[in-house]
Structures are given as C-alpha cells and as structure tokens.
C-alpha cells in the first residue's frame, strides 16, 4: 500500500500530527509506504527529510502550484491520497479524479464559524456572517466529494454528520494521538503554569494572562511561561508590563521543542474560545502534566475529573479559581498528572492512532476492490 499525506501549510497542529504519523508509520516493518507531499514543516527546519516531497500551493487560486501537485501525484502513484488540512482536502477532491481514495482529515471548524459548533462561550451561538458561512459550505462540499473525513473527536464527528450533513458512514472517528516522551521528575508544589499557542484570537492567551496576575498578586515566586507566538502576543507582553510583570510572565517565541519546554513547568493551561482535540494539550498530558482546559470541542473526550480541570470558556474567575486550586491543595497537581499521563499512553498514543490510520485505509481499499 501506498499512501501519500498532503499538506498546503507548513506549521499547526494538522502538520506535526501528519509528522509525526509519517515517522512512526513508516518506521514499522511491513507498514504502508508513506510520503509526505507538502512545504517543509517548521518543526524539521533545517534537517533533511526523506518521506518529503516538497511542494507548494499557497492560496485557493495557485493554479500553478495545484498543477504541480497533480504531477507529482500522477508519478508518486498512491493507493491513498490522505489530506491532512482544509486546503489540502480541496485540492486533493479536483485533482484525484475520483481514481485514488481521498481522506481528509477534518481538524477543526474556522473561528469565523465557531458559533455553530462550540457549545459554550463567547463564541457560542455567534453567527458566521459571510466569510464563516461560506467556509462551511466549502467544507461541506469538500466533505461530501471524498471518500471519507477523518474526525478527530467524537464532537467533530457528529458536526459534520449534524452541520455539514455529512453520511454518517462516510465519517470515521479517529482521535489525534501523541508520542509518550519520559516522564517529568516529581515536584513539590506548583510554581510555573505554561501553555503553548499560536496566540490566535481564539487561544484567549490575554485572558490567561490577566488570570495569572492576579493569581499572583501575593505570590512573586510563581511563574507564568508563554510557549509560541502569534498576533495576540503584544497585547500579552502590554498586560504584563503595564503590572510590572514582566519578570514573572516568559515570552519564549515558536519553539520546535515544545515538549522540552512543557517539561520545566508545573501545570498546562489552554483557555482557548474554540478547539477540536488539541495535540499541545496531548503532549503535555503525555508529559505527566496536571491540565486547566476549556470544557468544549472535543477536549472533555480526553480530560476527566480524574485526570485534569475544566474550565468555562473564557470565564477568568473559573481559570482564575482552577489555578489556585491546584497550587492549594497539596499532592493534587501531582495527581493529576500521573493520571493524566496514563490517560493518554492508554487511549491517545501515536502509536495507537497509527494502527487505526492504516486500517482504515485498508478498509477502504478493501471496499475500493470488494
């Protein structure tokens, strides 16, 4: 079998997860041969690559680069085309010619259409206007031409089966999964919250930061550590100075190493308005992590009581509350991130979301023949 994952953007979650799945597949004997057909991802700049095929399509209207990506497809050959963002999925649906299978992986729904999908909120309920409205139409249509849409959550799967009018057989839940790096040494208490983002409106990283500064008022030991970098970083690094903060508060830019920088905090917070099944809250998770995160999108499938804090969406008085808590009650945080961390080595593995990828393309082409 021979399957060809397609990308269009070079930094994300959709990125480091096909990354990620490439390496691992490709690494098991008798597995599937997997190629990687897209720009270079960030997160391998400057190392070579050989599962890469490099090619660009920039924009919806890159003729050229569509063009290009035919070509290489037509000498490549695959059994499976696997499209692994929303561009990638369009481009895939008009150049396959319905002769290969396409799978599309349906990571999450724009912020510009959040309002129909997140179920609390800021965001909830807010109608998409235009630009949103005609994203899910697109989506829709996309959806509906290939041979099936991977969702990463049971959530998702049901908004494209509920919003999209997706055929429910033409929908197969598949969970993001995360490689399990070693475990964090022990700490006695919590002095560093982090959180890794792309700073996008909809990570509601200002909101964690006024949270933070006031939960640490009266606590000049503990730390807050920014992991990325985006548009609301200034109005980020604003907050802090304009408290005097800023000694407290880490700004550390885009990192290719995020769970090296995720092993020197104490607890993962991710505020964010609108998510899917986020791999940064996997990866911390995986660390052995205790995590705060917003009660939406697909993320009560992997937080329990048991093993995390949920919180409501851009609520600071609940983020704000969580975070005390888990800095005043002693051994919880410690709690938490045993159980976190086997929560994922048990269910949202890379190497269990691997198994499943490849038998769903076999199952596909199993059908395809059949």
């Known amino acids: 079998m021979k399957v060809v994952f397609l990308l269009t953007q070079d930094s994300g979650g959709p ?12 690494g098991r004997p008798s597995a599937p041969e997997v190629t990687v057909l897209g720009p270079p991802p960030a997160s391998r700049e400057g190392r070579p690559w050989s599962l890469l095929h490099t090619a660009h399509v920039r924009s919806k209207r890159d003729l050229r680069g569509v063009a290009e990506i035919a070509r290489l497809l037509k000498e490549l050959a695959p059994d499976i085309i696997h499209a692994q963002d929303r561009r990638a999925g369009l481009v ?31 965001l909830h309920g807010r109608r998409p206007g235009i630009a949103g409205g005609s994203r899910l139409v697109a989506d829709a249509l996309v959806a509906r031409r290939v041979t099936c849409t991977v969702a990463p959550s049971r959530a998702i ?9 997706v055929p429910a057989r033409r929908v197969r839940v598949l969970h993001n ?7 964090r040494e022990h700490r006695d208490g919590v002095r560093t919250f982090a959180t890794a983002s792309s700073f996008a409106p909809c990570k509601a990283t200002p909101l964690l930061v006024e949270a933070f500064l006031a939960v640490a008022t009266e606590r000049p030991d503990l730390r807050l550590r920014m992991i990325g970098d985006g548009p609301e970083r200034r109005r980020c690094e604003q907050l802090a100075r304009r408290a005097d903060r800023e000694r407290q508060v880490e700004f550390t830019g885009y990192r290719s190493d995020v769970i090296a920088e995720l092993a020197q905090s104490d607890v993962f917070v991710l505020p ?14 995986a660390t052995g992590l205790p ?14 009581e048991d093993c995390g804090v949920l919180v409501a969406p851009g609520n600071i008085g609940s983020l704000r ?29 890379l190497a269990e979301c691997a198994d499943k990828h490849m038998r769903l393309w076999s199952d596909i082409l199993g059908n395809e023949r059949g």
Do not use: Y
Request: with cysteine.
């Open 15 to 26: 990125v480091d997860l096909t990354v990620s799945l490439a390496d691992e597949i490709a």
């Open 92 to 122: 895939a649906s008009l150049v396959s010619g319905r002769k290969t299978p396409v799978v599309m992986t349906f990571h999450g729904v724009p912020d510009s259409a959040a309002g129909r999908w997140v179920n609390s909120g800021p």
């Open 177 to 183: 999964g995360v490689a399990i790096p070693a475990g």
């Open 321 to 349: 509350a969580a975070m005390e808590r888990l800095i005043d009650e002693p051994g919880l945080a410690e709690r938490l991130g045993s159980a976190a961390r086997d929560r994922v080595v048990e269910g949202f593995s």
């Open 272 to 285: 964010s308005l609108n998510e899917n099944l986020p791999l940064a809250l996997l990866q911390a998770m």
């Open 157 to 165: 799967g049901q908004f494209l089966q509920r919003e999209l009018r």
């Open 291 to 304: 995590c705060i995160a917003s009660d939406l999108g697909g993320v009560p499938e992997v937080i329990t």
